[in-house]
């Protein structure tokens, strides 16, 4: 193929995803390999506003000598250059991931810093059909739902994939067409890696039986990404009608979800969008109506399963854990509620009843206050009874859902619990015809 018709080729998905080739700003992802060379000379035949990232994770003895290829054309082209090393191994040991995924994990968080410091609009990678391939086989061999099998997409979010056009065939006679210079990764003969396996064991044995294989995975993927599109369309019909938001995250009301998604796979592929595996998904379903109480976690959610409803619960570590002293009246935040502290003198002293506020005996306090999650073994003397009562048994009498337990606090004096928040105060704090001083605490 001549190189203008490459060139057309190139372009074409530019086109088809109307992305502003003359006005955006790009960031190559070149690691220095035949694909990603190919990338950056086609940037640099259009004349586009485009910088140039590179990664070193280290893992090969001649890592560098990517790097300073790489390096080399950008300053010859006087094209913006960055690079960064990264410890992938120590970061794989650390989060208890594979090299691959901590290797991962790193670039697109460097990638993704480098847009938004630089003002730049879009991250490009090297991506192709083979590779596409590739992914749609290993996602195969293992749990997927369609979006697996739909492979690798040519825009999604802020990553763009320019060479999803071209099979390697076409890169390789574009590159000695061009007589361009780039680096071979030994990496990529070592089969003990499973895309390596796939690459030089499987896919030649498949082609044998279809040999326009790449072509056929193409259009299963763009039939699948119209199937996306459709799915994403329903349950975002059934979200507005069934899903309610929380102060803390939201929740789904099941039984009405059901009444229109009766085999729950809509409801399968929305938890999938949140993070849950298509294992974690079915045994979610499996619970529902049965088992009240249970939970499971994704990166960013914690789902609860309370009779009819589904909760789910932002994991953002500030969201749950509470512990702060009080050591004067004002007003405090707790979650996304305020907590105020006041001093009333008894003779003005009127009894509130609302469970929100507590009004305790101030000489009997000892400041500073401490408020903090409740936790197994809590005990307090509720109200009115003369002994000690667990405060999980205390909620289960209450019939508190779990989802709210996850976020009650207990606020102590001297290491008493003298208040469970929204709930009750210990008897031994109450205000008495003794009472000189009241400390009331109201919540909202």
């Known amino acids: 193929m001549k190189s203008n018709n490459y060139n057309d080729k190139f372009t074409y998905l530019f086109e088809k995803y109307t992305i502003d080739i003359k006005n955006m700003k790009f960031l190559l992802a070149v690691s220095g390999g035949l694909d990603s060379i190919c990338m950056f000379n086609f940037f640099l035949k259009n004349k586009l506003n485009f910088s140039v990232c590179h990664c070193n994770f280290n893992l090969r003895e001649d890592s560098k000598k990517d790097l300073m290829l790489v390096k080399k054309l950008s300053k010859k082209h006087k094209v913006k250059f960055f690079s960064k090393n990264f410890d992938a191994k120590k970061n794989a040991r650390k989060n208890k991931v594979s090299l691959q995924t901590a290797a991962r994990n790193q670039r697109y968080k460097w990638f993704n810093y480098l847009l938004e410091e630089n003002h730049i609009d879009l991250l490009c990678t090297a991506h192709h059909i083979d590779d596409n391939l590739e992914t749609v086989i290993y996602n195969l061999s293992n749990s997927t739902g369609f979006r697996g099998i739909r492979g690798i997409q040519v825009l999604r979010g802020n990553v763009f994939r320019p060479l999803m056009n071209f099979n390697k065939k076409e890169l ?30 499987i896919i030649p044995q498949l082609k044998k039986i279809n040999n326009s294989l790449e072509k056929s995975v193409s259009d299963t993927s763009r039939n699948l990404s119209e199937l996306e599109k459709f799915i994403s369309f329903q349950i ?14 939201f ?20 938890l999938n969008q949140l993070g849950f595996n298509y294992s974690q998904s079915d045994d979610i379903i499996l619970s529902y109506n049965r ?45 996304e509620r305020n907590i105020k502290f006041e001093i009333i003198d008894s003779s003005s002293f009127v009894l509130n009843k609302n469970r929100n ?63 469970l928040i929204d709930h009750q105060i210990h008897d ?14 109201s919540i909202n």
């Open 172 to 201: 390789i006679d574009y590159a000695l067409t061009n007589n361009l210079e780039w680096r071979e990764d030994s990496s990529n003969k070592l089969t003990k890696y499973s895309r390596n396996r796939i690459r030089l064991k």
């Open 236 to 249: 975002s019909k059934l979200k507005k009608e069934y899903v309610d938001n929380l102060e803390n995250g």
């Open 251 to 270: 929740k789904i009301n099941i039984n009405k979800w059901k009444k229109k998604d009766y085999n729950f796979f809509l409801l399968k592929e929305y």
């Open 291 to 335: 088992v009240s109480g249970k939970y499971y976690e994704s990166e960013k959610f914690k789902l609860i399963i309370e009779r009819e409803f589904v909760f789910l619960l932002n994991k953002n570590r500030n969201n749950y854990k509470i512990n702060f002293s009080i050591n004067k009246v004002g007003t405090y935040n707790l979650y």
């Open 357 to 419: 506020v507590a009004q305790l005996d101030l000489n009997k306090l000892k400041f500073p206050l401490l408020i903090r999650n409740w936790e197994n073994g809590d005990s307090f003397k509720p109200l009115g009874m003369k002994k000690n009562k667990k405060v999980s048994d205390f909620l289960i009498d209450k019939k508190a859902p779990n989802y709210i337990k996850i976020f009650q606090c207990v606020i102590l004096s001297d290491n008493k619990i003298v208040w």
């Open 428 to 441: 031994e704090f109450k205000v008495s015809n003794k009472t000189e001083k009241v400390l009331s605490i």
